[in-house]
């Protein structure tokens, strides 16, 4: 029922779609006002991009918050040197999704892969990494779980570690998979634009 009630929302609110760049960006303005704007691969139409904006108890825009996707901003290259150096070495965590799950990744973490643990935690209903050294500890949820209120199912949660990188994988449910499938044909009666240099009307 909750899965079928979130793919309801996603027909009702207006939407918008471009063609750039071998992607396909949507648009998606809900009643509430809320806005969120995804990226697919052109052809593949897995999802590179979605992120996320709120108006305010005032009416005023927030900021975009990126839930899948790098999350570092086009403009970080005029901070100095120095900070760039150091940012450049601290843990950095984004997901990165694939066809059949849901993943992330945390640059940056040289240590060895058995210094890592990561489990689930039912109470909070999310994601825990922690590393026996205590130098690393971080929580994240599974928004899409949550927006189709699914459990979390520890035997879906992986992981491995390479080039100083740590990564999480949380196998997708057969739920998920099903209205993703159904997103995108949905997705395919939008009336698309094409544009070689303009961007999504995230506006």
């Known amino acids: 029922m909750a899965v079928t009630g979130w793919l309801e929302s996603l027909r009702a609110a207006e939407k918008t ?11 998606y303005l809900f009643p509430d006002g809320k806005e969120m704007a995804e990226e697919y691969d052109e052809k593949t139409s897995e ?3 979605r992120k996320w904006r709120m108006r ?3 009416g005023a825009l927030g900021q975009w918050q990126t839930e899948v996707g790098d999350p570092a901003p086009p403009g970080a290259g005029i901070l ?8 450049n070495a601290n843990p950095i965590f984004m997901r990165k ?3 059949m799950s849901f993943q992330w990744r945390i640059r940056n973490l040289p240590y060895a892969k058995d210094v890592y643990s990561v489990c689930v935690d039912q109470k ?5 990494v922690r590393t026996t050294n205590k130098k690393y500890y971080k929580k994240f949820s599974i928004p899409d779980l949550d927006r189709y209120q699914l459990p979390l199912d520890e035997s879906s949660l992986s992981f491995a570690h390479a080039n100083c990188t740590l990564i999480i994988s949380y196998q997708k449910p057969k739920e998920v998979l099903a209205a993703e499938s159904e997103l995108q044909k949905e997705l395919k009666k939008v009336k698309t634009a094409h544009n070689s240099d303009g961007d999504c009307k995230t506006q």
């Open 80 to 87: 100095g040197p120095e900070l760039i150096k150091e940012n």
């Open 56 to 58: 305010s108890a005032l």
């Open 47 to 49: 999802l590179l991009v």
């Open 17 to 27: 779609a471009l063609l750039q760049d071998g992607r396909r960006k949507v648009h």
């Open 124 to 128: 909070e209903r999310c994601l825990v």
């Open 97 to 99: 999704d694939t066809k």
